[in-house]
């Protein structure tokens, strides 16, 4: 009741202003703009994030700029309706999304073209991902000075076997399958065929979509598109050039670009300053009747999210430093049991962007969506990366969802340590172990493994991987051998993944968090997104290495920091 009387004194302002402001938007509504300015840059969120009410210091974005791909969908759909509306600028400025982002932009952009509507892209200088959105333009622009980065994709492996053996530092891992390659970043001198391999099959399909995505958007064969990359980088004269944009175009002139009344106006008269393309609150304003966004009666149904990101560790992870971003499985724990008791969360969503970390923390993680899964809808959803213990953590969901170019897999455990005995030596340290037990000196840095340590460990070891292959069995509908086959380290991408039955379906962001309610028997419609829990927090390299310097069992992936996987992941407010 309380609720109902809220709601209705607030709807009764929100008309009261509006019929306030009737009469001042009909007379804007004269020059309401035909094109219409967004700036995508840096990368926004999947949904709008909680603004600061009282903002204290610190720079505002610029008007233009894309605050989430929700916004950016919401306002496209206004656009789309107006019939004196002929288009939008899209100006890009350092986009760094993921490729899932990537291709919920183009689409919207499709969309909006399959509308009636123009989109026009611009930039200044562009990289293969970036690009790839501005094909999805019916016009793309290039600042005279540009440039167009389109090189094709490389990624880069590293060991540091021999390096640290220089240093006296040796790496004692003992690791279950072939492809459980992240121990070589220690042990070997060489990057192995192996991860040679894996990281090629990742190339050639990022490589194949590239090429696909430029013959369709300029009108070329895939032979000549590959011809194209092997040239690049491109100037802004070579890239106009070669075809890969439509004109040179300085930011001053892109009004009479667009405009060809104001082109006319320009040509009579060269010292005549151009105004600038307004962005989509200068076109909000000059609409007669406002998009009024009521106070509804209900409130919206709540779908929960619960993030993943970063290595998975124990604990609540640490906070400070500028080194990888760290999730600890406490406050993951303590997250997703919140989304569980919180009775308006009628689903949960658990975004995932880890390529794993400690095995035990994973597992915790696991335990905890396997206990929220039982009493409501859980899907897990994946855009970049879900590998080892971040993809043990998602087989607690209903279903795994994933993007169709993400990182899946790993499904293997190592574990070992380092042994600085060489570089304490040179550096005049001279430590005695003393023990009472076989093994009460295995997790010594001051010498290796014996060989009845040894053995303790590969059987340990042994033992998590067989309780991964079960756990992976048990969530997929598989026997144990059939996941072995698919398992030892491989690492798929999100199709390779969803043909080996690792994942659910590939989709969007969207479309698994209204699935997500679909499960739920929620009707479809607008939603709530509420987050639990805190950010991945930092820590330092030197923390990082501190961590690992013990003996411990890791269900870990490198594949995706080789293919500049972007760990710190999705923000959600």
Known sequence: MVRLVFVAVANLLILVWTLLGWPFRLLASRNRPAFVRFRLSEDPPYRERRRARLRLGGSRPEPATVSSLESFQEALGLLAKDARVKGILLELEGLAVSSAKKDALVKLLTDFRAAGKRVVGWAVSVDNLGYQVLCAADEVLLAPAGRVELVGFAAEATALGEGLARAGIQAHFVRRGPYKTAPELFTHAKVSDIQRQTLEAFLDERYAELTEAVARSRKRTPEEVRALIDAGPYSAQRALTAGLVDGLCSEADLPARLDERKREAKAKDSDGAEEPIEPMSAWLSTRPVPHVKWRPARRRPRLGLVALSGMIVPGKGSGGGLGPRFAGSEAIVKAVRAAGRDKRA????????????????????????????????????????????????????????????????????FAGKFEASGLMER?????????????????STSRGFTPHEHASLEAEVEETYQAFL????RARGRTKEEIHERAEGRVYSGVRALASGLVDRTGSFEEACRYALEQAQVPPGPFELKAYGEGARRRTLLQLLLSMSGT????????????????????FD
């Not at 411990?552 to 923000?571: D, F, I, K, V």
Request: some cysteine.
């Open 427 to 443: 550096l005049g340290v001279h430590r005695t172990l003393i023990s009472r037990g076989e093994n009460a000196g295995i997790f």
């Open 552 to 571: 411990h069992l890791y269900a870990l992936c490198p594949t995706a920091y080789s293919l500049g996987g972007r760990g710190a992941g999705e923000q």
């Open 470 to 473: 079960a756990h992976v069995a």
């Open 346 to 413: 009628q689903a949960l969503v658990l975004y995932i962007n880890s390529p794993g970390g400690s095995a035990l923390a994973s597992e915790l993680i696991l335990e905890a969506v396997q206990r929220v899964a039982r009493r409501k809808p859980v899907i897990a959803y994946v855009d970049q990366v879900c590998a080892s213990g971040g993809y043990m953590a998602a087989l607690g969901a209903k279903e795994i969802w994933t993007a169709p170019h993400a990182i899946i897999g790993s499904i293997g455990v």
